[in-house]
């Protein structure tokens, strides 16, 4: 059986949100077209791209709060929102709490860094610092939320604040949740449990292939990566800025049309994606050649930095 949580506006306000920050992104990618090439259309291309970084956090808690739901079989009780999956064993439950026993567990808890790992912890820390912006940065505050329990951990999966949460006590972690019908949910527990399970589940939380590539916890190599992102944005930053102070035919290039200095920055993309592209399929099983990969794709586009800047001399 499928339960859908309590009704909480946090999903429908993150897209809110989220909308006049994609209207203004294509706004400001209108204007960067609109303008001659130029150092301020460089600018405005940056601007353009870190306004994803809000865009897809935002719609990324719209989707974990759109998509809660909490599923029951005989075997397991699974907590779904987003690509992510909680599952606890029918088996594992100890106790639910609800009402006053939650609160009197929770008395005095401080809330520990989360939810859902490091992604969160940047806007946490501004609405913290600007509590003002905080209904423009927090969605789902309960949706992945971590807390340190004298004698176990609470992980919190649910659409409402603490009190109005049942506590699910397995394996010597605890699971908070928001069933829409909480009455519903506790009756069909019991009515699963009754049944018995078809096969032994196990405790585990369940990320998808993407989210739980290695790369992501790899810092060296994951900078190179990003690394040569920024070398494309440098070689196109230098060609723009540079591009409107030419003359029409370079004389440094047997007098061919300014407009092939362009030539560098696709090149570094090209070396950026080609190595990059090849880098990923190798990673796991080589991670040194996926290395010397990254850092090739970093050298060439030094190189083409510095005939970037010998063909675009005034």
């Given at each position: 059986m499928i339960f859908p949580p309590a009704p909480s506006t946090d999903g429908r306000r993150a897209l809110l949100v989220g909308l006049p920050l994609i209207v203004l992104d294509l706004l400001l990618a209108i204007l960067m077209a609109a303008r001659p090439v130029g150092a301020s259309t460089f600018l405005l291309l940056l601007l353009v791209l870190a306004l994803w970084l809000p865009i897809g956090y935002v719609l990324w808690r719209a989707w974990l709060c759109l998509s809660l739901a909490y599923w029951i079989d005989r075997n397991a009780i699974t907590l779904a929102w987003g690509p992510i999956r909680q599952v606890i064993p029918i088996g594992a439950l100890q106790e639910v709490q609800r009402g006053e026993a939650v609160q009197t567990l929770l008395a005095n808890q401080r809330l520990a860094q989360g939810p859902n790992g490091q992604i969160d912890q940047p806007a946490r820390a501004l609405a913290e610092r600007w509590p003002r912006l905080a209904p423009l940065l927090i969605f789902g505050p309960d949706l992945g939320t971590r807390r340190k329990l004298p004698r176990a951990r609470l992980y919190s999966v649910a659409s409402q604040p603490l009190p109005q949460q049942l506590l699910l006590h397995a394996g010597g972690r605890v699971f908070g949740i928001s069933p829409a019908d909480a009455e519903g949910f506790l009756t069909s527990?019991?009515?699963?449990?009754?049944?018995?399970?078809?096969?032994?589940?196990?405790?585990?939380?369940?990320?998808?292939?993407?989210?739980?590539?290695?790369?992501?916890?790899?810092?060296?190599?994951?900078?190179?990566?990003?690394?040569?992102?920024?070398?494309?944005?440098?070689?196109?930053?230098?060609?723009?800025?540079?591009?409107?102070?030419?003359?029409?035919?370079?004389?440094?290039?047997?007098?061919?049309?300014?407009?092939?200095?362009?030539?560098?920055?696709?090149?570094?993309?090209?070396?950026w994606l080609v190595n990059g592209a090849w880098g990923l399929l190798v990673y796991e099983r080589q991670r040194v050649a996926a290395g010397l990969l990254w850092g090739g794709a970093l050298a060439a586009q030094a190189a083409a930095l510095a005939a970037l800047l010998y063909v675009t001399r005034l």
């Open positions: 527990l019991q009515e699963h449990h009754r049944l018995g399970p078809t096969h032994l589940a196990t405790q585990q939380r369940q990320w998808p292939a993407w989210m739980r590539f290695p790369l992501w916890q790899d810092r060296l190599l994951l900078g190179l990566l990003l690394g040569g992102f920024l070398g494309v944005l440098l070689l196109l930053g230098v060609a723009m800025s540079r591009f409107a102070t030419l003359p029409f035919a370079l004389p440094q290039w047997e007098g061919l049309d300014r407009r092939m200095i362009f030539l560098f920055p696709i090149f570094g993309l090209a070396a």
